[in-house]
């Protein structure tokens, strides 16, 4: 009884995880630049990687292996933040703009 | 030293929990690979308590708490954004203060800032970050006195 609850736990965080990730992909398609689309990328860092880690840890039980699977979502939520840091640091400093009255509003204050 | 007694420590219960093999070889392997961490950490002078105050450590736990709430609410919130059928996006720039003395708090700031989706720091400056936000509802959410509150906490704690 409760392996088969335990089970379809499991199931539901690992379909809702893949949801996320596809809109995760529609977003990156439909919104309209750089800026925009690294929020598109911020789902699948957070709440997609964490709800099919933990999908992942239900089916793997308590073990080592759950607390591997734990530190890989602990090293992802601090690397990812770094990484787009990078990445829109980069763009904003090599000039990239998106529409007139963004650059005004970041050049004024 | 104490800094560095405790992160030793830390590392060899980290090295324990992932190896899973207790045999000798394997643990005179951790033993090398963690001296030799040590050794770098040394080099580089990062391992001190203006970095990573032990304090700061037993706080942090709740402030996660806090922002996986808002994490949650955001990753909803781009979601429905991302599959309404005309696309609703206000996306700007905007500078907001982050005051703080020390820098972890500085580093905290801005790396939940990005971690949040909907909300990306572009720039971190002596005291304030350059944001770009998705939306007004996201970049609403940054300048909320909540957020100030739960920074302060942090600061105060180390």
Known sequence: MWDILVSYCSDALLITGSFLSLTFAIGLLRFPDFYTRMHAAGVSDTLCAGLIVLGLVLQAGISLVTLKLLFILLFLWFTSPTASFALARAAHRAGYRVSEQEEVASSNS | ?158
Not at chain 2, 25 to 31: D, R, S, Y
Not at chain 2, 89 to 98: A, E, G, H, L, V
Not at chain 2, 117 to 133: A, F, I, N, Q
């Open chain 2, 1 to 158: 030293m104490k800094h560095s007694l405790l992160l030793t420590a830390l590392l060899v219960l980290f090295w324990l929990a992932l190896s899973g093999h207790y045999v000798a070889f394997t643990l005179i392997l951790g033993v090398l690979s963690i001296a030799l961490v040590m050794w770098l950490n040394r080099k580089m002078h990062i391992s001190d308590e203006k970095v990573m105050p032990p304090l700061l450590l037993l706080r942090l736990p709740r402030y996660w708490a806090w922002l996986l709430l808002e994490i949650i609410k955001s990753n909803i919130h781009v979601a429905i954004k991302i599959w309404q059928p005309r696309l609703d996006i206000q996306p700007q720039f905007k500078k907001i203060p982050s005051p703080w003395k020390r820098d972890v708090t500085r580093v905290v700031h801005a790396n939940s800032i990005t971690l949040t989706p909907g909300t990306v720091t572009v720039m971190v400056d002596k005291d304030t970050l350059l944001v770009h936000s998705l939306t007004d509802e996201t970049m609403q959410a940054l300048e909320s006195p909540e957020m100030k509150e739960q920074l302060e906490k942090l600061e105060r704690f180390q």
